[in-house]
């Protein structure tokens, strides 16, 4: 069974910070990691995928990838208010293969 | 824009009546799937098609049914549903790879 973990939270910063959100998959064979923010009520949406080891930078969020370690985070620099959700980490292996999506980290930017 | 609807968003029913909630894109993206979500769970896939006519089992399908009879719908059948079905659902169509996966606004599903 894939399994995706990821500490519940809520995970709490002040605003202006920067706020780090962790990620851990089972399946080495995993190809494709994505990041989706869900506002409460609301449907997922896709913040940044990755595919390769290293750092993917796009605006105030940056995702780094270590498939050697199984690990793939979220950094939002300069976090604001309007960050607060909960953020959902993501795999998949090759295309058809299922999707696994971890628990989620809530994320509370205080102001 | 790529657009997803799903019917009906909220839906309150009794145990054993079958139900569909339906799921239509108004894009041409082979990649579709059902995830249901629920507190301290998270989204969990149902069933994912990754094109007409073919369909395969994510983690948690036992209970549900889905058909792929062309490309832009994309039903979720109960054939008898029961309480541990009631759940936030959510369709998602996928892109090129499958990847990416734009999800719908929700059903959120009660079963008495």
């Known amino acids: 069974q894939k399994e995706v973990e990821q500490n519940s939270g809520p995970l709490s910063v002040p605003e202006g910070a920067i706020a780090s959100l962790n990620c851990t998959y089972s399946d080495r064979g995993s190809q494709s990691f994505f990041w989706y923010r869900q506002y409460s009520g609301k449907s997922p949406e896709l913040i940044m995928f990755i595919y390769s080891n290293g750092d993917k930078e796009d605006g105030r969020f940056t995702a780094q990838l270590n498939k050697a370690s199984q690990y793939v985070s979220l950094l939002i620099r300069d976090s604001q208010p309007s960050d607060s959700a909960t953020y959902l980490c993501?795999?998949?292996?090759?295309?058809?293969?299922?999707?696994?999506f971890g628990p989620g980290t809530r994320l509370s930017v205080l102001p | 824009e790529a657009q997803v609807t799903q019917n009906p968003r909220y839906l309150i029913t009794v145990t054993g009546k079958k139900l569909t909630v339906t799921c239509s894109q108004n894009m041409n993206h082979e990649y579709m799937s059902w995830y249901r979500q629920d507190p301290g769970l998270g989204l969990r896939q149902i069933y994912y098609?990754?094109?007409?006519?073919?369909?395969d089992k994510g983690d948690v399908p036992e209970g549900y049914k889905v058909s792929r009879k062309e490309k832009r719908n994309f039903p979720l059948i109960l054939e008898s549903p029961s309480p541990n079905q009631t759940s936030l659902y959510f369709c998602?169509?996928?892109?090129?790879?499958?990847?990416?996966?734009?999800f719908g606004p929700g059903t959120r599903l009660t079963v008495l």
């Open positions: 998602a169509l996928g892109g090129s790879r499958g990847n990416e996966q734009f």
């Open positions: 993501a795999v998949n292996g090759d295309y058809g293969q299922n999707f696994v």
């Open positions: 098609s990754m094109n007409v006519e073919v369909t």
